[in-house]
C-alpha cells in the first residue's frame, strides 16, 4: 500500500538550532500534504496544509516564520523549526493525500523533536 | 474552531470482550468521519471510515456507527484482542480536505 516517510524519526537538538524534518510520499504523488504537532497525551493539532509549488498555508496560532514548510515537489515537503526552543518538543506528524487513486490519506510514522 | 471531542478518555477491556469507543462532533456539516488507531511513538493508523450519507459501516471485527442527529460517532470492536491497545482518535472532515482530530481515547486490554 501507499506509505508515507517521515525522516528524522526522532531527533534531539540545543535551543536556538534549527531542525528540517522530511515527509515523503513514496509510491504516489501528493499535490497537499499536511503537517500536524502532536504533544504527549493529546491529540494531532493541524499546524498548516502544505501545497505544491505554493505557499503553506497555516492553521491559527501557528507561527509561518518558525515553523517554515517547502513544498518543492510531489513527493517531499519539509517542516523546518527554526531556532527551536524546549516548547517546540514534540511529536511531529505529516500526512500526504494520494491525488492517483481514492484520494486516501496516508500518515507517516511521526518524528520526534526534543529541543534541549 | 470546531473540533471534535471524546466521552471518555480511558477505557480498559477484557481480553474477548467488545469495545465501545464513543465521540462527539460538533460540526453539523462534516461529511466524513474517520477512525484512526495510534500505537505509541507512531503515526496514526486508518481502521474504518464512514460518510455522513450512512449511518453504520462494517469492517473486520469493527463497526463505525454515525448519528447525525445528536452529532455522534461510535467505534465498536468486537472480541478486543491484546493488539487492540492503543490511542483511538476520530476525526472529522467537510468535503475530504482537512481532518480535526478528537481528544482521543486510550484502550487498554486486560489479559
Known amino acids: 500500500g501507499a506509505v508515507v516517510s517521515q525522516h528524522p524519526s526522532w531527533v534531539i537538538c540545543k535551543s536556538g538550532t534549527s531542525v528540517k524534518i522530511e515527509c515523503r510520499s513514496l509510491?504516489?504523488?501528493?499535490?497537499?500534504m499536511f503537517w500536524y504537532r502532536q504533544f504527549p497525551k493529546q491529540s494531532l493539532m493541524l499546524m498548516a496544509t502544505?501545497?505544491?509549488?505554493?505557499?503553506?498555508?497555516?492553521e491559527q496560532g501557528v507561527e509561518k516564520d518558525k515553523f517554515l514548510i517547502n513544498h518543492a515537489s510531489l513527493t517531499l515537503s519539509t517542516l523546518t523549526v527554526t531556532s527551536a526552543h524546549p516548547e517546540d518538543s514534540s511529536f511531529y506528524i505529516c500526512?500526504?493525500?494520494?491525488?492517483?487513486?481514492?484520494?486516501?490519506?496516508?500518515f507517516g510514522e511521526g518524528s520526534r523533536l526534543t529541543v534541549l | 474552531g470546531e473540533s471534535v471531542g471524546l466521552h471518555l478518555p480511558t477505557l480498559s477491556v477484557q481480553e474477548g470482550d467488545n469495545s465501545i469507543i464513543n465521540c462527539a462532533y460538533s460540526n453539523s456539516a462534516s461529511d466524513y468521519f474517520i477512525w484512526y488507531k495510534q500505537e505509541s511513538g507512531k503515526g496514526p493508523q486508518f481502521i474504518i471510515d464512514i460518510r455522513s450519507n450512512m449511518d453504520k459501516r462494517q469492517g473486520q471485527r469493527v463497526t463505525v456507527l454515525l448519528n447525525k442527529t445528536v452529532k455522534h460517532l461510535s467505534l465498536q470492536i468486537a472480541a478486543t484482542q491484546p493488539g487492540d491497545s492503543a490511542v483511538y482518535f476520530c476525526?472529522?472532515?467537510?468535503?475530504?480536505?482537512?481532518?480535526?482530530f478528537g481528544a482521543g481515547t486510550t484502550v487498554t486490554v486486560r489479559a
Open positions: 509510491d504516489f504523488q501528493a499535490t497537499t
Open positions: 500526512s500526504a493525500r494520494d491525488l492517483g487513486t481514492t484520494g486516501e490519506l496516508f
Open positions: 502544505s501545497n505544491e509549488g505554493s505557499k503553506a498555508t497555516y
Open positions: 476525526a472529522e472532515t467537510l468535503n475530504d480536505y482537512k481532518l480535526s
